[in-house]
């Protein structure tokens, strides 16, 4: 996995805290955008979807990996995720989790505050020890 230069960094988590401002949120007023970067550089942004029947909502995550995947892309670097959350920072639920790993556990997930100021940890450190296309004797197809 090729790291992302600081600047790139910078660029993604300002994407996503861009993206938050396009949440759709009524009932829990809880923004949250996200950036995806591909491995060929694209940069896919999603945010938070509510519906009134709840659990048919989806999350800024899952949003952007969606949109990705719907244009072509199923490799990814990094994603950062951005909400309103001042003092601690927005951390991916856990179907995003699964959902994430679906492309492989090497990747970076770029988890910000509202100062932007971020944390960085893999795939993999979010979701030890996961079931993926590897269990089922398979790999995602590309």
Same mark, same amino acid.
């Given at each position: =996995?090729?790291?992302?230069?600081?600047?790139?960094?910078?660029?993604? /988590?300002?994407?996503?805290?861009? *993206?938050?401002?396009?949440?759709? $949120?009524?009932?829990?007023? #809880?923004?949250?955008?996200? *950036?995806?970067?591909?491995?060929?550089?694209?940069?896919?942004?999603? $945010?938070?979807?509510?519906? *009134?029947?709840?659990?048919?909502?989806?999350?800024?995550?899952?949003?952007? =990996?969606?949109? !990705?995947?719907?244009?072509?892309?199923?490799?990814?670097?990094?994603? !950062? /995720?951005?909400?309103?959350? *001042?003092?601690? #920072?927005?951390?991916?639920?856990?179907? $995003?989790?699964? #959902?994430?790993?679906? #492309?492989?556990?090497?990747?970076?997930?770029?988890?910000?505050?509202?100062?932007?100021?971020?944390?960085? =940890?893999?795939?993999?450190?979010?979701?030890?020890?996961?079931?993926?296309?590897?269990?089922?004797?398979?790999?995602?197809?590309?």
């Amino acid at each position: =996995m090729a790291s992302l230069s600081p600047e790139q960094i910078k660029q993604l /988590v300002d994407q996503s805290h861009q *993206a938050k401002e396009k949440a759709y $949120c009524p009932y829990s007023k #809880f923004r949250v955008g996200a *950036a995806l970067i591909t491995e060929d550089g694209h940069v896919i942004t999603g $945010c938070n979807v509510e519906n *009134a029947c709840y659990n048919l909502g989806i999350c800024a995550e899952r949003n952007a =990996m969606a949109k !990705a995947v719907s244009e072509g892309h199923k490799s990814f670097k990094a994603i !950062a /995720v951005a909400s309103d959350m *001042a003092d601690q #920072f927005i951390t991916p639920c856990g179907g $995003c989790r699964q #959902f994430m790993r679906e #492309f492989g556990c090497n990747w970076d997930v770029y988890m910000t505050k509202a100062d932007r100021t971020y944390d960085k =940890m893999t795939v993999e450190a979010l979701l030890p020890v996961s079931f993926g296309p590897d269990a089922l004797g398979q790999t995602a197809s590309k």
